[in-house]
């Protein structure tokens, strides 16, 4: 049961325990709306903000085996006192189990325990967690509601908003998944605290992009580590391009500025390096190709080898355009025999420029040498 706009926002008054000043809450409006709540110390009370929008049902929460020693049980607390019934599926951290494998875990698990549609999921995680959870629930019963509760800096920048979800193939990253909006997504920047300094520089790449594409000003709060000021910025930057194209058919592909090259780059490494500073290595490098080949007058890869060697990355890149091109050409953004590229213009405004497969590869060689 869906509650009116009015009675949410009595029981967000009544029923929660919290400031409203110290937590910013936005609506998506996509086809099937939803709220983002961000705010600090604010997982505690996660059960009262789901009732909100979901009556106490059935609760599948999905989490990884690092995130589930440190949240879990407080997140079965809340549910629990606010009159859910979860069980909960765990899986071991890290890409590798965003596969199949897992996701068929997580659909048999469900099953076995007679959920409905009128059932959830919660994905209580980085990433890989929403990634495969909401595919999960986009897929169990042709559809059920879910729950984004992202715990890393990435999925509160970007994963968590916007509907994507899926899963990996052997033959590159997210080639199967779907387009299911979560009923909410909570995310307590509290949690950030128990990250280590690679899954910070993860979220801070991801939030660079967003201000490389749409915000220059929210670059400057990435490198004061303001987490809270990123996080609304970005999510702000996301709700407007998911609102205009959810279905990633025209501008919503400029989030992807990076991931051509860098999801090749996650592929090759055999996941060693992570999302986040593939995509910092891609920012770089397909700005360089965008500028020698004539595409833009804007060498934006001199400005974000400067902010990323500022923020600790390794910009080192350790393969060939051969060895990226054979997952490039694999990359979701293709349409026929051309993929669109996000070519940079300035620092905040970027475009799509299509580009023949045929010239790919000499497009991605382009970048690689400084």
């Known amino acids: 049961m869906l509650f009116t706009p009015a009675v949410r926002a009595i029981i967000a008054h ?9 937590m910013e809450r936005f609506t998506v409006t996509t086809a099937r709306p939803y709220d983002i709540l961000i705010g600090n110390e604010i997982l505690q009370t996660c059960g009262e903000f789901i009732r909100e929008c979901i009556e106490p049902c059935k609760v599948c929460l999905v989490t990884d085996s690092r995130v589930n020693t440190l949240y879990a049980d407080t997140v079965l607390k809340s549910l629990k006192s ?9 899986f071991p951290e890290g890409e590798y189990s965003k596969s199949i494998t897992t996701y068929a875990n997580i659909l048999e698990s469900m099953a076995e325990e007679a959920f409905s549609r009128s059932d959830m999921i919660i994905a209580l995680g980085g990433g ?3 990634d495969i959870s909401g595919f999960a629930a986009a897929t169990y019963l042709r559809g059920i509601n879910y729950v984004q509760i992202p715990t890393t800096y990435l999925a509160a920048v970007d994963s968590s908003v916007g509907g994507k979800t899926g899963v990996n193939l052997i033959s590159g990253k997210n080639l199967a998944g779907a387009f299911w909006q979560p009923s909410m997504v909570i995310c307590d920047y509290s949690t950030f605290n128990t990250l280590d300094e690679g899954m910070l520089l993860d979220g801070a790449s991801e939030a660079i992009k967003s201000g490389m594409i749409m915000e220059k000003p929210l670059i400057d709060k990435v490198l004061k580590k303001d987490y809270g000021k990123v996080i609304e910025r970005c999510v702000s930057i996301k709700k407007s391009v998911v609102e205009a194209d959810e279905r ?9 500025f990076g991931h051509t090259i860098g999801h090749g780059i996650e592929k090759l490494s055999s ?44 910009l080192t890149l350790p393969y060939t355009a051969s060895e990226l091109y054979k997952y490039a050409k694999n990359d979701k953004k293709i349409r026929g025999d051309s993929i669109s590229m996000v070519i940079p213009e ?23 040498d400084a």
Not at 83 to 89: C, D, F, N
Not at 248 to 256: E, V
Not at 348 to 364: D, H
């Open 82 to 90: 606010a009159g859910y019934s979860p069980i909960k599926v765990v």
């Open 248 to 256: 990633d058919t025209g501008m919503r592909q400029l989030l992807n």
């Open 346 to 368: 300035s620092v905040g405004k970027c475009r799509l420029q299509k580009i023949s497969l045929s010239e790919l590869e000499k497009f991605i060689e382009a970048g690689l």
């Open 128 to 130: 890989v967690v929403g």
């Open 14 to 22: 009544v029923c929660v325990n919290y400031k409203e000043s110290d």
């Open 271 to 314: 996941y060693r390096i992570s999302h986040g500073h593939a995509v910092a290595l891609g920012m770089v490098a397909e700005s360089r190709s965008a500028f020698r080949t004539g595409l833009t007058e804007f060498d934006a890869s001199e400005f974000l080898s400067e902010i990323l060697a500022q923020c600790g990355f390794d």
